[in-house]
């Protein structure tokens, strides 16, 4: 079964065309339109096809629908620095990229992917208590945050925090079932933990 018609016969037709195709057809016409961020109405629906997704490709395709959703603001002013950040990371210019999702959290406290990308910065630099403060401020504005979860678990495994590591990725996977990172992750510090006799 392809992709597309499992998300079609998981929905029905006329969901289909309602709910995910339009979400598609935002997030390519519109990505900061009127549905944006962790409170988009859209989410609960998509968070349930990520967890009954039967492959990782169904997922992923699900998974990209949500961080469209939850990268964009319909403050324009957000989507500006958002996009400052994301190109500094990518040229990794660490201080510019925090500089810029510093003053997102600023303008948009309430705006999870700006904690999350700060978070993601941190721990790039190894700033680890910071990085775990703002994974802290995700997850309260987005508790299915599997992203800052696997982070979580990243931090974690950094600071020899083991058997919270795999539970922050253990976390994420309950979420998101199909996130192979997280899966690796999880399986290795099982193994570890076994190897420990804990």
């Given at each position: 079964m392809t992709t597309g018609?499992?998300?079609?016969?998981?929905?029905?037709?006329?969901?289909?065309?309602?709910?995910?195709?339009?979400?598609?057809?935002?997030?390519?016409?519109?990505?900061?339109g009127a549905f944006a961020d962790q409170k988009d109405p859209r989410l609960?629906?998509?968070?349930?096809?990520?967890?009954?997704?039967?492959?990782?490709?169904?997922?992923?395709?699900?998974?990209?629908?949500?961080?469209?959703?939850w990268f964009h603001s319909d403050d324009p002013e957000v989507v500006k620095t958002m996009n400052t950040g994301v190109t500094a990371m990518s040229q990794s210019n660490f201080q510019r990229a925090?500089?810029?999702?510093?003053?997102?959290?600023?303008?948009?406290?309430?705006?999870?992917?700006?904690?999350?990308?700060?978070?993601?910065?941190?721990?790039?630099?190894?700033?680890?208590?910071?990085?775990?403060?703002?994974i802290g401020h995700t997850l309260e504005l987005e508790p299915r945050?599997?992203?800052?979860?696997?982070?979580?678990?990243?931090?974690?495994?950094q600071l020899d925090h083991t058997e919270q590591a795999l539970d922050a990725f253990e976390r994420a996977l309950d979420v998101y079932p199909m996130m192979q990172g997280a899966r690796i992750n999880a399986e290795t510090l099982r193994k570890e933990l076994q190897d420990k006799g804990i």
């Open positions: 018609s499992w998300l079609r016969r998981l929905w029905g037709a006329q969901r289909w065309a309602a709910g995910l195709g339009l979400a598609v057809a935002l997030a390519a016409a519109n990505p900061a609960p629906e998509l968070f349930d096809l990520l967890k009954k997704a039967p492959d990782p490709g169904s997922a992923q395709q699900v998974e990209q629908l949500i961080w469209a959703l925090i500089e810029a999702f510093h003053h997102v959290t600023e303008i948009a406290p309430d705006f999870a992917e700006g904690w999350n990308k700060l978070a993601t910065v941190h721990y790039l630099v190894g700033d680890y208590q910071d990085s775990l403060d703002e945050h599997f992203g800052a979860l696997s982070g979580l678990g990243l931090v974690q495994a």
